[in-house]
């Protein structure tokens, strides 16, 4: 059980730390406005995506695992579990918006200003927070 939280927890913190970084590049993306530095950014975006897109999966591979193999029996008295879920479900939503704005950077199609990119950058450390504290309280 062990190995397998512990896996768990390393691939969420590889893709957390995506989840952080890139929305930080939108912002920046979305400040500048030669096609050199676009160009760029729009490389950044793209290779950053495919590259944590695994570690989302990988986690959420090793936490099915778990949840099979050690919680599956006490899963409807898991309050709490059920509510992280719906939180990683959520935060599944928002990696693939993240992919959507990748693609419309990518077309040059983007409409959002730099102000929208950096409140949009703090939605994954709410769900980050909600999770861990769900995780570790285990309130109901």
């Known amino acids: 059980m062990l190995w397998l939280k512990s896996f768990h ?9 995506g989840l952080f970084y890139l929305p930080r590049i939108f912002v920046n ?22 590259f944590i897109t695994p570690w989302m999966i990988l986690n959420i591979a090793f936490g099915i695992w778990m949840l099979v193999d050690y919680a599956w029996a006490a899963y409807s008295s898991m309050g709490w579990l059920h509510l992280k879920l719906v939180l990683i479900a959520g935060l599944v939503g928002y990696h693939f918006w993240c992919g959507q704005i990748v693609k419309q950077f990518a077309e040059d199609n983007n409409s959002r200003s730099h102000t929208w990119y950096r409140w949009f950058n703090e939605i994954p450390v709410i769900f980050l927070l909600a999770i861990v504290l769900l995780a570790g309280l285990k309130p109901f």
Do not use: C, G, N, P
Not at 9 to 17: K, P, Q, S
Not at 33 to 50: I, P
């Open 9 to 17: 927890l390393f691939f969420m913190v590889a893709w957390f730390a």
């Open 29 to 50: 993306h979305a400040m500048i406005e030669d096609r050199a530095t676009s160009e760029q950014f729009k490389l950044m975006e793209r290779k950053l995506y495919k």
